[in-house]
């Protein structure tokens, strides 16, 4: 797995280097999520079986083929469990990769949730959809007023031309879409 992020991160990381300083931030920042986000969906999916694969070798069976008792790797008869020798080679592996397939995975998503700010993005985004709620919940309960407001804009618009100027257009433009249209 640890090739295969290499091989997908490459091209980027290259021209990230070649670039140097003369790559201008918005395109750097395209570089980088052209880099992180196949590597995240690729880690995503393979998630389970790389920590399967790992923690499988840890599953062990006890056989008691003689009086002291055998313990064998259950996805291979041939190699003695890894938990009776444990600074062994395949302990430690085992060990090393689980800690960071099972660990260093999820940590690295919460980092890239970290990076690109996600939790304030949500916040803002929900901000966002109860301010817009707001609105239209007040043009509901003041259609009439806004109604009366658009066409006392408009007959003075036609009557001195130069007062349309005046009025705060992105006020106009948020609580009355229709009275923005007349007005500009």
């Avoid at 290259?14 to 969906?41: C, D, F, H, S, T």
């Avoid at 003695?80 to 020798?85: Q, V, Y």
């Amino acid at each position: 797995p640890i090739l295969v992020i290499v091989l997908m991160v490459g091209p980027g990381a290259i021209a990230l280097w070649l670039g140097g300083n003369n790559i201008e931030p918005p395109r750097k920042r395209r570089i980088i999520q052209a880099m992180v986000r196949p590597v995240q969906v690729w880690l995503f999916l393979i998630y389970p079986l790389l920590v399967y694969q790992t923690l499988s070798n840890f599953n062990c069976q006890h056989l008691s083929l003689d009086h002291k008792g055998t313990y064998l790797l259950m996805s291979n008869y041939n190699i003695e469990c890894p938990l009776r020798n444990p600074g062994g080679f395949i302990f430690l592996w085992s060990l090393f990769f689980g800690v960071l397939y099972a660990a260093g995975i999820p940590i690295l998503f919460i980092g890239v949730l970290i990076y690109y700010e996600v939790p304030h993005l949500a916040a803002d985004k929900r901000l966002d959809e109860v301010t817009a709620q707001l609105i239209s919940m007040f043009q509901k309960r003041h259609a009439r007023d806004f109604e009366a407001l658009a066409s006392l804009c408009a007959y003075l618009t036609r009557t001195q031309p130069g007062l349309a100027h005046s009025f705060d257009i992105l006020t106009v433009r948020a609580c009355c879409p229709a009275l923005y249209r007349e007005v500009s």
